[in-house]
């Protein structure tokens, strides 16, 4: 599990293609400075594997089912991507809770640059659109924001300083695709409330 607090700006220093997967190299010696093997790393918000790493570096497989649903089959040597490592048991918790498992991708509209700050509209997947409330939390990119406004087909985030300085979010521009997960939360709530009242005592009855 993640929070959405980036702890490192990484760079891709190396892909490898197959015909439906994909091998990534990446620079971060902040996330590596206590890797081992079968470590969990978030990679533009996406939970990935170590299979190899040394003082700086680390190596990752990426499967078709997550190349067909994140933006990490576009990456190319040089990019960089927001990286963060699983939550500790013992740490803080500054964001919200991230799977790391990406929804959807979506696409940035528009830029409306504030005082020290910018507004970022975005396109709301109708798929997902149940999910994203106002002042709800989402992931954009492996990064933990509050919704600030929602419509039927859009939304908009407000990235602060530090989110347009330390993350990808601050270069991104307009017609980028980003990571899009929704609050988990959100989705037990809707199937606990789809279920008819009782129904798990039934269920626990039946295997009793």
Not at 18 to 42: E, M, N, Q, T, W
Not at 69 to 89: I, K, M, P
Request: hydrophobic fraction near 40%; aromatic fraction near 4%; proline fraction near 3%.
């Amino acid at each position: 599990m993640f929070t959405g607090i980036v702890e490192e700006l990484g760079t891709v220093v190396g892909v490898e293609r197959g015909p439906d997967s994909a091998v990534l190299r990446i620079r971060g010696p902040v996330v590596v400075s206590d890797a081992r093997h079968g470590a969990s790393i978030a990679v533009n918000g996406v939970c990935l594997t170590v299979t190899e790493h040394d003082a700086t570096q680390f190596t990752v497989d990426v499967m078709a089912e997550t190349l067909s649903r994140s933006s990490l089959g576009g990456l190319a040597e040089g990019d960089r991507v927001n990286l963060e490592r699983a939550l500790a048991a013992d740490g803080r918790f500054g964001g919200h809770i991230v799977q790391g498992h990406v929804d959807a991708t979506t696409t940035i509209r528009s830029r409306t640059p504030g005082d020290r700050w910018e507004t970022v509209e975005l396109d709301l997947p109708p798929q997902l659109a149940a999910y994203v409330v106002e002042k709800g939390s989402i992931t954009l990119d492996g990064v933990s924001l509050t919704v600030s406004t929602v419509t039927t087909d859009r939304f908009t985030v407000s990235l602060i300083p530090t989110t347009l300085e330390l993350t990808t979010l601050g270069r991104k521009g307009v017609g980028d695709v980003v990571n899009l997960e929704v609050d988990v939360l959100a989705k037990y709530v809707e199937r606990l409330l789809g279920r008819p009242a009782g129904a798990h005592h039934a269920d626990a009855r039946a295997t009793s």
